[in-house]
């Protein structure tokens, strides 16, 4: 009955915003709906969905407790640490050899937007480092347009940035009473779009065009699907990895049985694998 109700709520959510959780995980998608119902003094579910039925605006509370971001930068830092360390140089000395002069990267489920910009800082460092005239292009997803609006803007609290290397803040930072914002060189590396990963049009996101990714990042967000959805999501980024690109994964996400062997791991400390063919 509650799972019925769930699917209802989902229905309307899709039919009224376009929106669709039909993937999620239903005991996810359960604790979160119940925040609203409590928030709305509604007694149960089905009061709840027709609480949501005669007040649109309830759909722009659901649509937020659907998405909550949880992110920082240089979260998992240690791969951050081996993408700079071990990848970076080898995926630039592959570009040298094959005179290609761009290199494309993907975060996917980007949230506020802390992961692409972690990626671009620590690009831009390479790059100045080794002299490199390579151009990288870093397109940032997601399902939450409000995550993506602040994304764009590019100022942070302390929490966001309480993992960030004093050198790195020094330089990429502007501290303005609390605020934390972000350097423009760094903000006009990333490209933010609205994308869902359960797209069946496309293979990648519209503004990149072709995919052809050399890093893919989509991490703790396929834990909030069902199996059957994973293998969509899987399939995607994939398909949109360029050959030996590298996809990084959360720390408690696993490629599915179907791209355990399209997939080797690089080590044994981070989520980090190398596309296989």
Not at 202 to 216: E, M, Q, R
């Amino acid at each position: 009955m509650k799972n019925q109700t769930i699917k209802e709520i989902l229905h309307h959510l899709n039919k009224q915003r376009g929106f669709d959780f039909s993937g999620y995980r239903i005991s996810m998608l359960e604790r979160r709906v119940q925040k609203r119902v409590f928030a709305t003094h509604s007694e149960n579910l089905d009061d709840y969905l027709s609480y949501l039925k005669q007040n649109p605006d309830e759909l722009d509370n659901l649509i937020d407790v659907f998405t909550i971001n949880v992110s920082r930068f240089f979260r998992n830092s240690f791969s951050f640490e081996y993408l700079n360390k071990m990848i970076l140089s080898e995926l630039i000395l592959s570009k040298s050899k094959e005179n290609n002069n761009s290199l494309r990267v993907w975060s996917a489920g980007c949230s506020f937007g802390e992961e692409p910009y972690s990626m671009a800082i620590i690009l831009k460092e390479f790059l100045e480092k080794e002299e490199s005239s390579i151009k990288p292009i870093i397109f940032a997803t997601d399902i939450d347009k409000k995550a993506l609006k602040r994304a764009s803007v590019g100022t942070y609290s302390f929490e966001s940035i309480k993992e960030v290397k004093y050198g790195i803040l020094n330089t990429y930072f502007n501290q303005v009473d609390e605020k934390f914002i972000l350097a423009p060189k760094i903000k006009q590396m990333v490209q933010f779009s609205f994308y869902d990963l359960l797209d069946q049009n496309s293979l990648a996101p519209p503004d990149s065009i072709f995919g052809s990714f050399d890093i893919v990042l989509c991490r703790n967000v396929l834990i909030y699907f069902e199996p059957e959805y994973q293998k969509i999501i899987f399939n995607k980024l994939y398909k949109s990895l360029n050959k030996n690109g590298y996809l990084i994964l959360g720390e408690a996400e696993v490629p599915i049985d179907e791209f355990k062997h399209k997939f080797k791991r690089e080590n044994k400390c981070s989520k980090i694998y190398r596309k296989i063919g």
